[in-house]
């Protein structure tokens, strides 16, 4: 491994460094969904976080640390939407420039979002080019520094506030949570969280939220070894579909999680209208897959117990989330 | 007049009793809306209350003082809804039986708020039954007690907890309003929200929000009278549409409210689409109506001010909401 795994200190510092950068999200009940999942859901809302998701506690928390003198050169990244977002954000926020590889069949509002803060876009074929070769040709170019998505320690550091304030938050409730489930992609966020937690209330249990046949982390736990995904694979949920566990958020995670909860599209799909029934929130299928795990696919020892769901991001075309609306009537 | 005007001891009394038993509800920002307003907005985002408004804080106010021995008796309300949720919960965690009063065309989601309580729905037609009727009948029968829907001192004190809280958050964020715009229809929230920042933020100058055809706050203030909508008049504000200010209601806002501004159904949608993507909020047009107001009709003195808006509600049918995201695209 080339980079330092990060631990529980390193959260507690990246809280500190972005305090008041990024919002203190709120953590919210519903008595109907208590009912449905059967367990007492504590859901902490990312998606009411600035740009739409999580990703600007990671992204603010990677470019602070960038001396003065290497920011004017910026920044690149490459994302399906969300980190992009983060990042955009961030770097105009310090007055940093900022390219974004993007797939060409990424959400609207997630290209929207990247373009009303500056950032500079640039788009590839998620068939047939490489955006990791696309990001290091320009970053070598333009003398930038690459800020990846999850494999990154001050990444995962920043990610992992959300964790340090969910735990704070439900101390300030009296009731730490029994278990916690989020979704995976790379694993940043859960990952993150697992150091939080770790810290903050060692006794909650957490588990990793995928969409079917993007399960690499469940399988992973269960092998005991990183698995990969079966190429081609398509599922709703763009946020999260990253080919296998990254090597930093793996060897956080392999100890840490205790398994995974395995969601079908149509889950999710029914996941994003309790949402926005019971909670009145827009979350987009990534940020919904957690809380579709609580409802439909809720490990047998959670049943009964204080359950902690992470709605990662609200970023979802109004095409799509009308779609999946009406699917439902 | 035949009831007692209630003032701000009454609401922070209210805030007491209440505590604990409504959610403290999130301000939120957004860089976009701030851009597009040309204000700096700060959005209390009553939609996410438990119940889907701001109506349980009148209604928990209001059953809390009722004595024991007329609770099993029950109570009475007629509402397009709102308010109908929020008793029928209130009265669901006292252990009284509710019987609510609502239109047959009022929001399916509404209906099904109050059933899945266990209160008792009673439908009518807007256009040739009385409501007032009918929930004076069943009360006479049962000895249940009729709880208007705003026009009750113990209503708008608490529906002015909203106030409370806005203003300590506020304060919390060392900000104070310049300006607060809220919603009216019978004008229970506004009211209560004046008495409040009375005490707690007295320069706040507060302002009405209200649909073309149901102006009626807005001509009211200007001609220093009560004045009455025309019969018939439709807006997709379902939750707003009263025929004029209340009595009480009235005498506490005559004097305390600068004046009102008027919005259109189509700007009404536009700010329910706003919402959904910039703050990832379920809002419906009745609860969109000070967002519009803020977004496209703004009262000249609120320019590049710090602006308060209230999100008053959420509660809108899946088919409604997505023809609504439809429209924009």
């Avoid at 980190?83 to 997630?110: F, N, T, W």
């Avoid at 957490?206 to 081609?232: F, K, M, Y």
């Avoid at 205790?258 to 987009?284: I, N, P, W």
């Amino acid at each position: 491994m080339t980079q330092t795994v990060p631990e529980f200190e390193d959260v507690a510092r990246a809280g500190r460094r972005i305090a008041g950068r990024v919002r203190r999200t709120p953590v919210l009940q519903s008595a109907e969904l208590n009912t449905y999942a059967g367990v007492e859901l504590f859901i902490k809302a990312e998606n009411l976080q600035e740009t739409g998701s999580f990703k600007l506690r990671g992204a603010t928390n990677r470019l602070l640390q960038i001396p003065d003198a290497q920011r004017k050169a910026g920044v690149v990244a490459f994302s399906s939407g969300n980190h992009a977002q983060g990042i955009s954000r961030a770097a105009k926020r310090l007055g940093m420039p900022a390219v974004i590889v993007m797939p060409s069949d990424a959400p609207e509002i997630k290209m929207a979002g990247v373009r009303s803060d500056g950032a500079e876009l640039v788009l590839y074929d998620r068939n047939s080019e490489s955006r990791e070769d696309i990001a290091a040709q320009i970053a070598t170019e333009r003398s930038a520094i690459v800020v990846p998505s999850f494999d990154d320690p001050d990444i995962i550091a920043g990610q992992g506030t959300c964790g340090l304030e969910f735990a704070e938050q439900m101390r300030g409730l009296g009731a730490p949570l029994d278990h916690l489930i989020c979704c995976t992609g790379g694993g940043g966020l859960i990952s993150g969280i697992a150091l939080a937690l770790q810290g903050l209330s060692p006794d909650t249990t957490i588990w990793a939220a995928e969409p079917e046949g993007h399960d690499d982390w469940t399988r992973s736990l269960t092998a005991g070894e990183v698995q990969s995904n079966p190429p081609g694979t398509r599922s709703i949920c763009d946020a999260i579909l990253t080919p296998q566990p990254g090597e930093l958020t793996w060897a956080i995670g392999r100890d840490r999680l205790s398994g995974g909860c395995v969601v079908s599209d149509d889950q999710v799909r029914e996941a994003v209208r309790r949402a926005f029934r019971y909670l009145k929130l827009v979350v987009e299928p990534g940020g919904a897959a957690a809380l579709a795990a609580a409802l439909f696919a809720l490990p047998e020892q959670a049943k009964g117990q204080r359950v902690g769901v992470i709605l990662t991001g609200g970023n979802i075309d109004p095409e799509v989330f009308a779609n999946i609306l009406s699917e439902g009537a």
